[in-house]
């Protein structure tokens, strides 16, 4: 079982940069995939970004280019780095993780989230 914590969300100005970070609990966390998702307030959540164990990357085509998935295996954390905010991309974000196979796109996959942080940008 995984426990995940989110944390470094806050409020920014477009075109400004924010760190996240998923902190992860549990001695097998390197075995799992992990992904990043968001939800806007009235709107479904959303894939953002996901990585493989073997770190392996893919991105939802609204953020490529301008966010970046990474995990230290060692420190059981995840991140996800923001570049070029826009104000479209407020929401409160998710980590999650999953040991099941199936795409790391579908909510479905994974077993494990954490309870969410706030990305607020202005224009």
């Known amino acids: 079982q995984v426990q995940l914590v989110e944390s470094g969300g806050g409020s920014v100005q477009a075109g400004g940069s924010l760190r996240l970070s998923c902190a992860g609990s549990?001695?097998?966390?390197?075995?799992?995939?992990m992904g990043w998702f968001r939800q806007a307030p009235g709107k479904e959540r959303e894939f953002v970004a996901a990585?493989?164990?073997?770190?392996?990357?893919t991105y939802a085509d609204s953020v490529k280019g301008r966010f970046t998935i990474s995990r230290d295996n060692a420190k059981n954390t995840m991140y996800l780095q923001m570049n070029s905010l826009k104000p479209e991309d407020t929401a409160v974000y998710y980590c999650?993780?999953?040991?099941?196979?199936?795409?790391?796109?579908?909510?479905?996959?994974?077993?494990?989230w954490g309870q969410g942080t706030q990305v607020t940008v202005s224009s």
């Open positions: 549990g001695r097998t966390f390197s075995s799992y995939a």
């Open positions: 990585i493989w164990s073997g770190s392996s990357t």
């Open positions: 999650a993780a999953s040991s099941a196979g199936g795409s790391l796109r579908r909510i479905q996959t994974y077993n494990y």
